[in-house]
């Protein structure tokens, strides 16, 4: 490809520093000179942070670091958004999210950029994402749910999060990524916003990358997984649903608190489980987002 467009690649990593490495030697890999790499630590413990910046020191001085630390976890939409302001500020024409717990492959990056260049109205691209022995090409909506899906077709309803090339023209039109959520749905709610703003999603499926599912999210534990399940599927209905979902919302709404307030009498070891999917529901009518 000649006349390359300036990429970054933004890697946002909390207390996983071992994947995080992994992924960057992957990275070092890629058949593109004209890239920038963003590592991102969300609020890590000094452990992980001085594995990073160990292996940084030891990298070949041609290679374009930057390694920002934060002083909180401020989510994946806050964390990346960190990397996409640098990298925009510093005349990006793509910007690439990858998870730390990813591996790519060597060409992964021009197939995307040749996808994205095939068609002006393209904004983002994902790539064929191997999770664990299931290729999935993107992401599937089902509403009033509390979670998303991820499909083996390539007509998809969202780029996956774990990998997207996005052109700096739908960060100039659409704004970043919305920090209310924290933790999951913000790939759906960008992909929808972009949607809405004009641009299309396209799957590149020759383009590879190798995906540990929930590597770093499952340090969390379930009750606070699903805290964020109902409270972000509630906002992201409200924002981006059709009519019929957002009149529907809140006898949805009732369902959940009814069948979370019967299984907390019912079911006493499920009670912390369900008590979190209340604080959810009750947090989203009350206006509490970002970080629980």
Known sequence: ????PK???IILQFNNSGD???????????????????????????VHKNKIESYLKNETPNTKYTYSKLSDNIGYSGGNNVGINTALKQGADYILILNPDTVVKPNLLDKLIKKAESDSKIGIVGPAINEG?????????????????????????????????????????????????????????????????????????TAIVDHKVSSSTSQ????ILLYYHYRNS??????????????????????????QLAKIILVPKRREVSRMILKGVTDFYMGRFGKI
Request: glycine share 6%; proline share 4%.
């Open 1 to 4: 490809m000649t006349n390359l």
């Open 133 to 205: 022995g299931k290729t999935v090409y993107g992401g599937k909506i089902k509403w009033l749910r509390p979670e998303l899906s991820h499909s083996s077709m390539q007509k998809v309803d969202y780029i996956i999060g774990s990998s997207m090339l996005i052109k700096k023209e739908v960060f100039e039109k659409i704004g970043f990524l919305d920090e209310k959520y924290f933790l999951y749905f913000e790939d759906a709610d960008f992909s929808a916003r972009a949607k809405m703003a004009g641009f299309k999603l396209s799957i590149e499926p």
């Open 234 to 259: 509630h906002l992201f209905n409200f924002k981006n649903g059709p009519f019929w979902s957002k009149i529907l919302l809140p006898f949805w709404s009732f369902y959940v608190i009814l069948k």
């Open 20 to 46: 995080t490495i992994c992924c960057l030697e992957s990275v070092k890999e890629l058949q593109n000179e004209n890239i920038n790499i963003i590592i991102v630590d969300n609020a890590s413990g000094s």
């Open 220 to 223: 969390l534990g379930s009750p």
């Open 7 to 9: 990429c970054f690649i």
